[in-house]
């Protein structure tokens, strides 16, 4: 049965008229962070990557946004703001990048800079280096000759290191192994820790953000346990919980929409404007979950 998520995702990509022109913004006093994964080229006949985008869709997403008058910010900034009690414009979003593939660097990295626009890449930090395919990666042609290998392989540190001195890439940490830490409560802290530890000894960075995979928030973390990772750099955990940030949100339990290869830009402000988790949760109260 397909999930109240998908069938709101169907309205926005089908609604006749921009949901955007007709409903007021459901999210004044908030912004939103997208969420990506790879960035590469379709190839013919064989099948396409999951959680992917094209550099042509990402560039058309993020450029129609743009246009129609959002404002692309670093994640370090709204944080800023957040922890300075200032207001962040609702016009702002914030773009990241899960997992750590090179194809971020290869075809995500020229989408940036043609439209300035700053992003975040959290790096599963065991893969670094590693010239293998992610075990999590649900691609049947990872690993494949039949594409070239920067669709599927990880960065490697040198290339991290090129994102970070494009001045518009900030790396976080998404555990150390991308393991689901909501079945996995135990390896939590060491989990999140090494890879915090990975980055900062890496690139020598202080302050890192992190995003849960799979969105899967244990039930053991808890504010003592966040106050340690503060301690090691930890400066934000983001989940995949599908809303705008409101204010006073703890910037440890921040959502963010995933932006789908079908996704155009209007779909997207449907997104960043509150309107999606809006029509969700009413699909959800109608479905009784
Ligand atoms: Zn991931």
């Not at 930890?234 to 409101?246: F, H, I, K, R, S």
Request: one cysteine or more; a negative charge; proline letters at 8%.
């Amino acid at each position: 049965m397909r999930s109240p998520g998908d069938l709101t995702q169907s309205l926005i990509n089908y609604a006749p008229v921009p949901l955007r022109a007709t409903l007021p913004n459901c999210a004044t006093e908030a912004f939103s962070i997208l969420m990506y994964h790879r960035v590469c080229p379709n190839y013919k006949g064989l099948p396409r990557c999951p959680w992917g985008v094209t550099p042509r869709q990402l560039s058309e997403q993020l450029a129609g946004l743009l246009e129609m008058g959002y404002e692309a910010w670093p994640l370090n900034r709204v944080l800023e703001y957040r922890q300075k009690n200032k207001p962040v414009p609702s016009n702002a979003f914030v773009v990241t990048f899960d997992d750590g593939y090179a194809n971020n660097l290869h075809w995500g990295l020229p989408v940036l800079k043609e439209l300035n626009v700053p992003a975040t890449v959290f790096v599963v930090t065991s893969m670094l280096d590693r010239y293998e395919p992610y075990p999590s990666d649900e691609w049947q042609m990872a690993g494949s000759s039949r594409v070239p290998a920067k669709t599927w392989v990880s960065l490697t540190s040198d290339q991290a290191k090129q994102l970070l001195d494009s001045g518009l890439v900030q790396l976080g940490a998404h555990t150390h192994t991308h393991v689901n830490l909501a079945e996995t409560p135990q390896v939590t802290e060491v989990e999140i820790f090494t890879s915090l530890v990975e980055l900062s000894e890496r690139f020598d960075l202080q302050h890192i953000p992190f995003a849960f995979p799979y969105g899967g928030v244990p039930e053991n973390f808890d504010d003592a346990m966040i106050a340690r990772l503060r301690n090691a750099g930890m400066t934000c955990a983001l989940t995949t919980q599908e809303a705008p940030v409101g204010p006073g949100q703890s910037p440890f339990a921040w959502g963010r929409f995933t932006a789908h290869r079908t996704d155009t830009a209007t779909t997207l402000a449907a997104k960043l404007d509150g309107h999606y988790t809006l029509l969700r949760d009413a699909w959800r109260k109608v479905r009784g979950q």
